[in-house]
Structure formats: structure tokens, C-alpha cells
């Protein structure tokens, strides 16, 4: 037997601040959101899950080396998490050490419903704003999944637990897309192509997200050719927006970067970390959630002509050997320990397969690639003094939501000339 974990990432949208209010799920369930004003696991969670993708973002860089890099620190972290509430033994305690987690200083149920605090908060209706995030578990149809796993999972992550007939590989196939369109209104089409045989577990996660600048770039100024240094050697012709604004920057001398942030209209930002030629490796090494805490209090706002490139971003990682690496390995060996799932035997991990769609940053914000339309801006006939940031060679590109600064994607732009 062999489970086939399948992680997909699609980037279009954004999410709000909710402290205590209701919603219906897809499936028409209330859902209700309690976010205190302060929650100390939250912000605990926050700084794990961003250390973790920094991890895992090393990793992506060394085994992806000029390849563009976006993905979901908190989609990959659920998805496992969730996973861990079936296993057991070595198996779980991996799967938790990888993540980060550390059980003697907070009990594992009190992440589990700080998990479940941001995913409500990530769902929760918007009149302006699309985001869905969501987990399914398509399991054999031959297998008796424990009423416990079924309970926990539906109650923390909104996950449904749907059996499944295997036998049909292109009917499967079929039925995991459809569920998944559905889920997303229609966003999220052909999410698996190559579904694998003797498969019995499919655990499925998506986000469908979309935002807008709280200060959109005027189409009119983007110049559609300029250039772009992906290193020494190679120079690329891309479109570059342009716009004097206001924004919260700062030059870090340690590190030799320049970090620059870009609001969207509501509750959440965008960092591009621009370094010095030849140094991005350094930048890479030293990012950690101490790194993010300390740009936001030495972040000033002031006038800024900025030059960022307009760029879209599709890939799939295969993280499965990645995560064996990090040292999640008995998931994946034939003693692993899924019995918190089914009593039945020789469950195991085959691939896990990170798919991301089109991902696209331009003149409106970050959304689904499509033609923008031109927005009027209001800017000063005569600015003051101000520095010029051009994003005009490699750089880091980190989306956070503002109150618990939690690091939502993280990715680097190696050649915006390339999806």
C-alpha cells in the first residue's frame, strides 16, 4: 500500500483580520472564528512556520538553483500538520521536527487550533477579495478510517475525508478536479495530470488567492522593455513598472540588501528584498523569522521611485526527497506509522508532489495573469528628495499578513523572463 500526498498552490488572493464572527463553510457547516486580540501560540505558530519555509526555501534553492521560486510556507504546514494527526511513533515525531515544532514548550493540540484560528481567518467571506484555502483526503474505499481522525480533521481544518475508488486511475483523476473546482468557484482547473498507480491516499491542498496594491502602478508607465541582469553573464529584456510613492523601506547594511514593502488594500503586505550583486546567498543564509521581526522595526516610510518588474511564476516541486533530507524519512519507509488514520496496514507515503499555478505580480497587485486596466493615480508635481530602488536583478519577494505577521508565500524572482 502507498499514499500519494499531492500539495497544490494556486496564487490569487488575500485575507482579513477576523476576531470572533461566523461564516458557512463550502459544504454549508457554520464555521466561527474566535482570534483574540492577542494569542501567544499564534504568534509562536508565526515564527515557526516562517522558519520553516526559510528551510525549506534553502533547500528549493540549492536543489533548484535557476529556477523561480514561489510557494505557501502555510499551505505546506497544514497539509503536513494535518497529516501528523494520523501517525504515530517516530513517524509523527519527524513529521513535527521538521516542521519545527517543539512539544516540551507547547502542547501539540494548542498549534493544531492556532492552525485552525489562521485557516478560519483565511476563509472568512470578503466583499473585494478572493481566497479559499482548503484540505481533502481522498482515501480507499476498502479502508475504515478511525472516527477520531475523521472528528479531528473536520474540526480543525475544515477537511473532508471522501472514499474513494481507486481502481480507475483516469476516473479518480476526473473526480479530484472536479471536487477542487468546485472548491474554488471555478479558479483551480486540472489540478492532478499524472495521477500514479496502486495509489489508496490522496491528501489534497489548495489556495486560490488574489490582491490588489493599495496603491496600484499606472499601466502607462511601465516601460515594456527593460533590462534585467539574472547574473553576469545573462541580461533579459522584461516589462518593468514604475511609480513614485511612499513606502516603507530600508537599506540593511548587515546584510547587504535593500527590503522595500508594498501594502495591498487590505490586511496584508509584500517585501521585496533586493541584494547587492553577488550576495544573494548571504541574504538566503541569514533569512529567519528574527530577520522578518527586525525589518519591521526598522522599516521608515518615505517617498521612493520605484522600478519592479512584472513577472508570472508556474512550477512543481517534488518535495518528497526534500523533506526526507530535512529528515521526515520514516513517513516514506515501510514501518511508517499511520495508524491514527486506519487500522489497516502498510500505509506509507509514496511521492508529495508542491504544484503552483500562474502566479502573476503586475500593475494591480497579485493575481491569475490577465490584462490590467488603467488606474489614475494622484502623485506630487514636485517630489521631494528621494532614493531610486530598481528591482533590476534577482530578488526575494515574501507575502505576510499584517497582524499576526504571519508569512503566507515566499519565493525568489531568478529570471522574471521565465515562468
Known amino acids: 500500500m502507498s499514499v500519494f ?7 490569487f488572493g488575500l485575507q482579513a483580520t477576523i476576531h470572533c464572527a461566523q461564516y458557512k463553510s463550502s459544504e454549508g457547516k457554520v464555521m466561527t472564528c474566535h482570534l483574540p486580540q492577542q494569542n501567544a501560540t499564534l504568534y509562536k505558530m508565526s515564527s515557526i512556520n516562517a522558519d520553516f519555509a526559510f528551510s525549506l526555501f534553502r533547500r528549493f534553492s540549492e536543489e533548484y538553483p535557476d529556477w523561480n521560486i514561489f510557494f505557501s510556507p502555510v499551505s505546506i504546514s497544514a497539509a503536513l500538520v494535518m497529516l501528523s494527526f494520523g501517525s504515530g511513533s517516530s513517524t509523527q515525531t519527524q513529521i513535527l521536527e521538521v516542521l519545527g515544532f517543539n512539544l516540551t514548550d507547547t502542547p501539540m493540540i494548542e498549534f493544531h487550533r492556532a492552525f485552525q484560528h489562521l485557516i478560519c ?10 481566497l479559499k484555502i482548503g484540505n481533502a483526503v481522498f482515501i480507499g474505499q476498502q479502508l475504515k478510517p ?8 473536520k474540526t480543525l481544518y475544515e477537511t473532508e475525508v471522501l472514499p474513494t ?3 480507475n486511475v483516469s476516473v479518480v483523476q476526473q473526480e479530484i478536479n472536479s471536487y477542487v473546482e468546485k472548491q474554488t468557484k471555478g479558479k483551480i482547473i486540472g489540478l492532478i495530470q499524472d495521477l500514479r498507480l496502486n495509489i489508496i491516499m490522496i491528501l489534497v491542498n489548495y489556495i ?6 493599495a496603491n496600484p502602478f499606472h499601466v502607462s508607465k511601465t516601460e515594456e522593455r527593460s533590462k534585467f ?30 527590503v522595500l514593502q508594498m501594502d495591498y488594500s487590505e490586511n496584508a503586505l509584500a517585501l521585496f528584498v533586493l541584494p547587492k550583486e553577488g550576495h544573494m546567498e548571504w541574504v538566503e543564509a541569514a533569512m529567519s523569522s528574527k530577520t522578518l521581526k527586525k525589518w519591521n522595526h526598522l522599516l521608515q516610510k518615505g517617498w521612493v521611485e520605484l522600478f519592479l518588474p512584472k513577472f508570472s511564476i508556474s512550477a512543481t516541486y517534488d518535495l518528497g526527497n526534500t523533506l526526507q533530507k530535512m529528515g521526515m524519512r520514516d513517513a516514506f519507509a515501510e514501518s511508517a506509522d499511520f495508524t491514527g488514520i486506519t487500522e489497516d496496514n502498510g500505509l506509507k507515503l509514496s511521492y508529495v508532489s508542491f504544484s503552483q499555478g500562474c502566479t502573476a505580480l503586475g500593475e494591480e497587485g497579485t493575481k491569475e495573469g490577465d490584462s490590467p486596466k488603467a488606474v489614475s493615480l494622484d502623485q506630487p508635481k514636485v517630489a521631494p528628495l528621494h532614493p531610486i530602488i530598481r528591482f533590476d536583478r534577482p530578488l526575494l519577494l515574501m507575502i505576510l499578513e499584517k497582524r499576526t505577521r504571519s508569512l503566507l508565500f515566499l519565493g525568489k524572482v531568478f529570471n522574471p523572463a521565465k515562468e
Do not use: G, R
Open 229 to 258: 541582469s539574472v547574473d553576469e553573464t545573462i541580461i533579459v529584456q522584461v516589462p518593468m513598472m514604475h511609480q513614485l510613492e511612499q513606502y516603507y523601506h530600508f537599506v540593511d547594511v548587515e546584510l547587504n540588501c535593500t
Open 208 to 213: 486560490h488567492f488574489k490582491a490588489q496594491w
Open 146 to 153: 478511525l472516527a477520531k481522525f475523521l472528528d479531528d480533521v
Open 5 to 11: 500526498l499531492y500539495l497544490f498552490l494556486s496564487v
Open 121 to 130: 481567518s483565511l476563509n472568512f467571506p470578503k466583499n473585494e477579495l478572493e
Open 165 to 167: 475508488d481507486f481502481s
